[in-house]
């Protein structure tokens, strides 16, 4: 190799980068800890069924192609499985990338996006990259979205509503007649992005589906992923299913071929073994009752849940607590000076998280 005298890499950089980037929250990732048991990132504990993986592996041996651009199969597939046209669905890398989309599709700079907080950790950074302005509204004493203040926060600025039911981290719901009370009341012309990425966890009946909430209003956009019950998470696909005007502009701003071809196989043959995943859900609500019971029992404040993780309201112990159960070899996600998310996962893994939760003092 021949050398030259100075890289430009080496060189004093004089690129402006956006100055407003040194204030964004980066995202969090759960740690992987070797010889841990991770449950800091709501996955599922178990790998793909034999279907999915075969689907997984029939799409790699055609690679060298570009994926379908539309997901059209994938589409048509969840249109028959929700009794929506294809118009009003648009499929994306995770729905996350959704999250980014929606604030760069409805918003100009300056323009507001309401959430809760704390809440779901990409709606503050896909609203900062997209240069719209975050308005977030605590959540309520019992650690649920507070819907009027929600209301009260909403002005002639306000393009988009993030509602995340259930909420991450805390797992609280909003129930069907304080959402459509709140939907009566938003302004027809703001789009209300209800997040439903745990949907598949829900027990409590009085739980709106917000597919059907949005066969009756027009302002309202639904988020699912394949990455939580359906067990996707590596592979990045979500959808969307909204008015279609917004699902039109959705993909004005979609990266170019994002959702790979993997990952739109694996989504269709997973919907094909829906029964046997959404099996696997019942498990982990099963498991959730007995976890959430566990550590009432050994004296934590657990807020009711109905997504497949806990909330501890830890406040100012929160690290000493992620500290402790990583000393007893768990992993948990940690939200300095608010509280601990903790993923339900199989029972013996969940037995080692409940036996370090009674070990804390
Ligand atoms: C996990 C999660 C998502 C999306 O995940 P993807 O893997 O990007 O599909 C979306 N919203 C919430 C609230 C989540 O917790």
């Known amino acids: 190799m021949s050398s030259t005298p100075q890289s430009p890499a080496n060189q004093q950089a004089e690129l402006h980068t956006r100055a407003d980037l040194a204030s964004l929250p980066a995202y969090v990732a759960g740690?992987?800890?070797?010889?841990?048991?991770?449950?800091?990132?709501?996955?599922?504990?178990?790998?793909?069924?034999?279907?999915?993986?075969?689907?997984?592996?029939?799409?790699a041996a055609e690679v060298n192609r570009y994926p379908d651009m539309v997901s059209t199969a994938l589409t048509e597939r969840l249109s028959a499985e929700?009794?929506?046209?294809?118009?009003?669905?648009?499929?994306?890398c995770g729905s996350v990338a959704l999250c980014q989309q929606l604030v760069q599709a409805m918003c100009a700079p300056g323009e507001e996006v309401v959430y809760a907080w704390?809440?779901?950790?990409?709606?503050?950074?896909?609203?900062?990259?997209a240069n719209a302005a975050a308005v977030p509204v605590p959540l309520d004493e019992t650690h649920a979205h507070d819907l009027?203040?929600?209301?009260?926060?909403?002005?002639?600025?306000?393009?988009?509503?993030?509602?995340?039911n259930p909420n991450n981290p805390?797992?609280?719901?909003?129930?069907?007649?304080?959402?459509?009370?709140?939907?009566?009341?938003?302004?027809?012309n703001v789009l209300v992005v209800l997040d439903e990425a745990y949907r598949e966890f829900v027990a409590d009946p009085d739980v709106p589906d917000g597919i059907e909430l949005g066969r009756r209003y027009p302002n309202v956009l639904v988020l699912r992923t394949f990455s939580k019950a359906y067990g996707l998470a590596g592979l990045r696909v979500g959808y969307g299913v909204g008015p279609a005007d917004v699902i039109t502009a959705l993909r004005k701003v979609y990266v170019p071929f994002s959702t790979n071809a993997l990952a739109q196989r694996a989504a269709i043959a997973s919907l094909d073994a829906s029964d046997?995943?959404?099996?696997r859900c019942s498990a982990i609500v099963a498991e959730r009752t007995r976890v959430a019971d566990g550590l009432r029992d050994a004296g934590f404040e657990v807020p009711e849940t109905q997504a497949n993780f806990v909330w501890l309201?830890?406040?100012?112990?929160?690290?000493?607590?992620?500290?402790?159960a990583l000393e007893h070899k768990v992993v948990v996600r940690g939200f300095a000076g608010d509280g601990v998310r903790v993923t339900i996962s199989?029972?013996?893994e969940n037995d080692l998280f409940l036996a370090a939760a009674r070990a804390f003092r």
């Open 148 to 164: 009027d203040a929600m209301l009260a926060a909403i002005t002639p600025a306000t393009r988009l509503v993030f509602v995340c």
């Open 82 to 92: 929700l009794d929506v046209p294809t118009e009003r669905i648009t499929v994306g």
């Open 31 to 59: 740690r992987t800890v070797p010889g841990a048991v991770k449950l800091a990132s709501n996955e599922t504990p178990h790998g793909p069924l034999p279907s999915v993986a075969q689907a997984i592996a029939d799409a």
């Open 276 to 279: 046997e995943l959404l099996e």
């Open 313 to 324: 309201p830890l406040g100012e112990r929160t690290l000493e607590f992620t500290e402790h």
């Open 170 to 188: 805390t797992g609280t719901v909003v129930r069907r007649e304080a959402l459509t009370r709140f939907l009566d009341a938003v302004p027809p």
């Open 118 to 129: 704390r809440s779901f950790e990409a709606y503050p950074i896909a609203t900062q990259i």
């Open 346 to 348: 199989a029972p013996e």
